[in-house]
């Protein structure tokens, strides 16, 4: 069964400073692997999508990694700001193309505190 | 360009019940989806379409129906509401299935007493 597990569920961070989020998955056959930003009482927003054969991608303050081997990805966030106060959700596709399926994390809620 | 629209943001049901969740989206995707957000756990798919007239069953299809007539919208009906089925549902579309980016709906809260 596919799984997708998230670390931590929860953080609080102070605003200026750094912080990684975690996510594990045992999907198979691996298509890509997304973050998504959730503030609170909207939609998933896309941060960034990666393929097999690539391992970091950034999108302004948020570099996210991916180890095809390990089977893990990070979600770095530098500098943060408040607005960064959300939910982050990790989620893989898996299947043959053009019949993927996506596993979603049950994601880590940030907290950035002034 | 709207993106996807979703309709209403909030309702309140009794058992028994039935309602139609309306979604919609403006960029020409074949793909569309429903999901349902629950406490604890990760969005869970409901029902699917990759084009219009093609639907197809997720992973916790039941309770649900869906239909889609045109490209553009892709509503969900509650047959007989449950509370099992108070949640936040969501509805996305992409260009295809998995490969592509996923635009997510402002989402819609049931209730269900």
């Known amino acids: 069964k596919n799984q997708v597990e998230q670390s931590p569920q929860s953080l609080i961070i102070l605003e200026g400073k750094n912080c990684t989020l975690q996510c594990n998955y045992t999907v198979s056959p691996f298509s890509n692997l997304r973050w998504y930003k959730q503030d609170t009482g909207r939609g998933p927003v896309s941060l960034t999508i990666m393929t097999f054969s690539e391992n970091t991608k950034s999108n302004g303050r948020y570099t996210a990694t991916l180890d095809a081997d390990t089977k893990q990805s990070s979600l770095h966030i530098t500098a943060s700001q408040l607005s960064d106060s959300a939910s982050y959700i990790c989620?893989?596709?898996?299947?043959?193309?053009?019949?993927?399926?996506?596993?979603f994390g049950t994601g880590t809620r940030l907290t950035i505190i002034p | 360009n709207a993106g996807v629209t979703q309709t209403p943001k909030f309702q309140v049901l009794k058992t028994g019940q039935s309602m139609t969740l309306q979604c919609a989206q403006d960029?020409?995707?074949?793909?569309m989806s429903w999901y349902r957000q629950d406490p604890g756990m990760g969005l869970r798919l409901i029902h699917y379409?990759?084009?219009?007239?093609?639907?197809d069953q997720g992973e916790v299809p039941n309770g649900y129906n869906v239909s889609r007539s045109t490209t553009e919208d892709f509503p969900l009906r509650l047959l007989s509401a449950a509370p099992s089925q108070t949640s936040v549902y969501f509805c996305a579309s992409s260009r295809t299935s998995g490969g592509n980016e996923q635009f997510f709906g402002p989402g819609t809260r049931l209730t269900v007493l």
């Open positions: 960029m020409n995707h074949e793909y």
């Open positions: 379409s990759v084009g219009a007239g093609i639907t």
């Open positions: 989620v893989v596709s898996a299947g043959d193309f053009g019949n993927e399926k996506l596993t």
